[in-house]
C-alpha cells in the first residue's frame, strides 16, 4: 500500500516537474534573436548581431561584422581588410502581448572598427599600408517583428559620431584617391555615422 502511494506521489511528482519545465521554457521563448544582415554580403561585407531580452521593455545587442574586397580606382588596387563590433541598448515600446524584443524600438549604440587598407599598383606593387581604428556613438530607431514564434525580420536607421585614428605602416596613404561617395561608406573613414540595416533572423 505504502509501496503504491509512493509510486503515485513520485508520478505526480513528476508530471508536475514536467509541467513546470515546460511552463519555464516557454515563460523564456524568444528572449533571444540571431540574425544576419543579407545586404551587406553584397559589399562582401559578413555582419551578424545576438540580442537578449532582459526584461518586457529593454533588451541589449551586440553586433560583429568582418569584411575584405579589394576595389581598384584608376591605376590602384584598394585591398580593404577590417572588423568591428557593436553593442547596444533597446527601449522597446511593448504593448500588450508584443514585449521586447518585438515591436518599435529606439536606443544608443557604440561602434569600434579596426581596417586594414594596402594600396597597390599595376605591377602589384605595395604602395602604402594603412590601419584606421575608429570609435563611434549614435542613436537607433527600428521595428523588428517576430513571425510564428521563430523568424524575426528587422529594420532599423539612425545618426551617429565617429572619431578616428589613422596610422601609415608604409608609403604614403592619401585617402582622396578613394571617391568620395564609396569613402564615406566604408565604416571608419567618415566622422559622421549613418547605421542602417536590414536583418533576418532566428528567434527563441
Known amino acids: 500500500m505504502q509501496m503504491t502511494i509512493m509510486k503515485k506521489t513520485c508520478l505526480i511528482l513528476a508530471i508536475f516537474c514536467c509541467v513546470f519545465l515546460s511552463i519555464q521554457q516557454k515563460a523564456v521563448a524568444q528572449l533571444n534573436v540571431l540574425k544576419l544582415n543579407p545586404p551587406s554580403l553584397l559589399a562582401l561585407n559578413l555582419n551578424g548581431q545576438y540580442e ?56 544608443p549604440y557604440m561602434r569600434y572598427t579596426n581596417l586594414s587598407v594596402t594600396v597597390e599598383n599595376e605591377a602589384q606593387e605595395i604602395i602604402s599600408s594603412v590601419e584606421l581604428n575608429t570609435i563611434g556613438a549614435g542613436l537607433v530607431l527600428g521595428y523588428q517583428h517576430i513571425i510564428s514564434k521563430v ?49 533576418i533572423g532566428f528567434a527563441f
Open 52 to 107: 537578449r531580452a532582459l526584461d518586457d521593455h529593454k533588451s541589449v545587442q551586440v553586433g560583429l561584422f568582418a569584411s575584405g574586397f579589394s576595389p581598384k580606382f584608376g591605376d590602384k588596387q584598394f585591398i580593404f581588410r577590417g572588423v568591428g563590433i557593436t553593442p547596444e541598448f533597446r527601449y522597446y515600446l511593448a504593448r500588450g502581448r508584443n514585449k521586447a524584443p518585438h515591436g518599435l524600438f529606439g536606443g
Open 151 to 199: 523568424f524575426s525580420i528587422e529594420a532599423l536607421i539612425g545618426p551617429g559620431l565617429a572619431k578616428k585614428s589613422l596610422n601609415v605602416r608604409y608609403g604614403d596613404f592619401d585617402e582622396n584617391d578613394i571617391p568620395g561617395l564609396f569613402r564615406n561608406l566604408i565604416p571608419g573613414f567618415s566622422p559622421i555615422l549613418l547605421r542602417a540595416s536590414l536583418t
